[in-house]
């Protein structure tokens, strides 16, 4: 996948022993699911499957980068997979700066609490699936437009997260004068957003 993702914590021994034999069955199935992902995967940094005709080894995390395009192309089950294990809280900042966005503007777009983000980083926990998924609805635009761009077959010296980060911010007449980044706050808009894009590819970045 295309950012590190949080282990959930182990139950404590402390449990009754017919809830514990519940949890320990959870974690088998969990554990089973992880290990069936990561034999598709070499990047063991994360726990998603590599979608099948993806180049290089290291789809997924790039020298401690996201790799948009690899979220963008991965099958809609393996970002389920990565939304419910929960994106690592740090990889939020990794992305607000790759877009040359202020956190707090980042925050805002995808309706993220400054405050639980932080708490999060410092206590180096993962976000809440109806979080992630948002920041994964961000990266995959990202990836988008960067899939658009090299089709083009001219993507050199194009930063997509640079550019979409702009674009977000524009008036848009075919949102009724609005800005994309007024969508990105829940899924639907975000599928919007991504549905104007491919509407836009053509000629969209000569």
Do not use: C
Not at 11 to 32: I, W
Not at 106 to 113: M, P, Q, T
């Amino acid at each position: 996948m295309a950012v590190t993702i949080a282990k959930r914590s182990s139950p404590g021994s402390t449990q009754q022993p017919g809830r514990a034999d519940v949890r320990a069955s959870e974690m088998r199935s969990t554990a089973g699911a992880a290990k069936t992902l990561d034999r598709k995967h070499q990047n063991k940094k994360i726990v998603s499957a590599k979608p099948k005709g993806i180049p290089g080894e290291n789809a997924g995390v790039v020298e401690g980068a996201v790799d948009f395009l690899f979220l963008y192309k991965a099958s809609p089950e393996d970002r389920v997979q990565i939304i419910r294990h929960g994106v690592w809280a740090v990889e939020v900042k990794k992305v607000a700066r790759m877009m040359g966005l202020p956190q707090d503007k980042y925050n805002a777009i995808l309706n993220l609490s400054t405050a639980t983000l932080n708490r999060k980083i410092n206590k180096n926990e993962g976000l809440s699936p109806a979080d992630s998924e948002r920041v994964i609805g961000m990266s995959t635009l990202i990836g988008q437009v960067q899939d658009m761009v090299e089709g083009s077959g001219n993507p050199e010296g194009f930063d997509a997260a640079k550019w979409l980060s702009q674009w977000l911010n524009e008036s848009i007449p075919a949102l009724g004068g609005k800005r994309p980044s007024e969508y990105m706050d829940t899924i639907e808009g975000q599928r919007i957003v991504s549905n104007l894009l491919a509407t836009m590819q053509s000629g969209a970045y000569a």
